[in-house]
């Protein structure tokens, strides 16, 4: 099966500036995650979709984050406007529905913010 | 939410055998997963423990204890392919959420 998508892979932005990533999980899962990965350290979860609805943003800086899963299956994630310690590769997972079932990441966008 | 704690770095020898060890706050706990990632790669499933003992998958192993909210890792016969970041990340059943560790960098050296 395909595994998760994800667009672009690199983006350089100066701060201040907006930018937006996309991620398409795998099919069939109804359980989508972003997280932000900062050098040298494990994944931070942003914000947790079911479906299209919303699980979890308790971490999301919703002052500049915003991330919308419209119809259940692909998503986007925004930054506007976008700040240096934003700078950091953004994860988006799947899984299927249900207890402990296996995250399966994307490769990935690395977002520079100069 | 958890706290989940994890050496920073660790080196072995090709060949050796190390472990890699996780402790975690047990309130909402309902299971820990370790995952394995290459330098500049996504973070790949290696285990799922949600009951106490030691699962054995080929070179690697993974242990829970619940009660101690201590788990560990095990790789055997370690290869040069084998240097990566070990994550761990306990798992809160109340949502069906991760927790990530820091990760732990895994050097093997000749």
């Known amino acids: 099966e395909a595994g998760v998508a994800q667009s672009p892979r690199y983006k350089i932005i100066e701060k201040r500036q907006s930018v937006a990533f996309w991620c398409n999980p795998i099919?069939?899962?109804?359980?989508l995650y972003w997280y932000q990965q900062i050098l040298g350290q494990g994944p931070k979860l942003l914000i947790q979709?079911?479906?299209?609805?919303?699980?979890?943003d308790s971490q999301l800086p919703k002052d500049r984050f915003s991330a919308e899963r419209l119809k259940g299956v692909d998503s986007t994630l925004k930054i506007q406007p976008a700040k240096l310690e934003d700078s950091a590769v953004y994860l988006c997972?799947?899984?299927?529905?249900?207890?402990?079932?296996?995250?399966?990441f994307g490769p990935g966008t690395r977002l520079t913010v100069l | 939410g958890q706290n989940i704690d994890q050496p920073t770095e660790m080196t072995a020898t090709e060949g050796a055998i190390v472990q890699i060890n996780c402790t975690y706050q047990?309130?909402?706990?309902?299971?820990l997963f370790w995952y394995q990632q290459h330098a500049g790669e996504a973070p790949t499933f290696l285990s799922y423990?949600?009951?106490?003992g030691l699962e054995e998958k080929g070179r690697f192993s993974s242990f829970l204890s619940r009660s101690k909210g201590y788990s560990y890792l095990l790789l055997k016969e370690l290869q040069m392919k084998d240097s990566a970041s070990y994550l761990c990340?306990?798992?809160?059943?109340?949502?069906?959420?991760?927790?990530f560790g820091g990760g732990t960098r895994l050097m093997v050296k000749p």
């Open positions: 997972a799947s899984s299927r529905q249900g207890p402990g079932n296996e995250q399966f």
């Open positions: 099919s069939g899962h109804a359980t």
């Open positions: 979709f079911q479906n299209n609805g919303v699980v979890d």
């Open positions: 047990t309130s909402g706990f309902n299971g």
């Open positions: 423990n949600v009951l106490d």
């Open positions: 990340a306990g798992y809160n059943n109340a949502g069906n959420m991760l927790t």
